[in-house]
């Protein structure tokens, strides 16, 4: 017994018609096009998440280390340079396409610096941290003036 093919099948000789190539072809530069938009925009996102996280974990580690340590601790930003820290030790870095924006006590802005000062007892001079993204959202990082604590709100895109 033999098995044939039905009329109208492609045989052995069965292959892609150039328009089912041309279709294949398309989908396949399509999405090669928005592969880098896409890593793109994930790549910021990941920045702007470790930075929110580096900003908040500064800010506790400056309100930790003046209890601990019994003296004022400031959490400072250097709006020139770009980078973030507790007192001396600047060692974060703000990602270029992120926007800062503090709203701080007078007398903790020198210049290009500002920053939040926690005192011993827990409490602050108080202040916000605001980062925004490009696309206009981001989050405002508001440090209590009385208790020294750290509310995080997100800030909607205009």
Same mark, same amino acid.
């Given at each position: 017994m033999? /098995?044939? =093919?039905a009329q109208g099948g492609r045989g052995a000789e069965g292959g892609f018609t150039l328009l089912e190539l041309m279709v294949?072809?398309? /989908?396949? +530069?399509?999405?090669?096009? !928005?592969?880098?938009?896409? +890593? *793109?925009?994930?790549?910021? !996102? *990941?920045?702007y998440r470790a930075t929110v996280k580096e900003v908040i974990a500064g800010l506790k580690?400056?309100?930790l280390?003046?209890? &601990?340590?019994g003296r004022s601790v400031a959490f400072l930003v250097d709006l020139e340079? &770009?980078?973030f820290g507790t007192e001396s030790r600047l060692d974060h870095t703000l990602p270029e396409?992120?926007? /800062?924006?503090?709203?701080?006590?007078? +007398?903790? /802005?020198?210049?290009?610096?500002?920053?939040?000062r926690f005192y011993p007892d827990g409490s602050s001079t108080g202040g916000s941290v605001e980062l925004i993204r490009p696309g206009g959202g981001g989050v405002r990082v508001e440090v209590?003036?009385? =208790?020294? &604590?750290?509310t995080? !709100?997100?800030?909607?895109?205009?």
């Open positions: 033999s /098995i044939g =093919l294949a072809l398309s /989908i396949a +530069v399509l999405m090669l096009a !928005t592969a880098p938009f896409a +890593v *793109m925009r994930a790549y910021e !996102t *990941m920045q580690s400056a309100r280390d003046a209890m &601990r340590k340079q &770009r980078r396409q992120l926007e /800062i924006r503090l709203v701080l006590a007078d +007398v903790e /802005i020198r210049g290009v610096q500002g920053g939040v209590d003036w009385l =208790l020294g &604590r750290l995080q !709100t997100a800030l909607n895109p205009q």
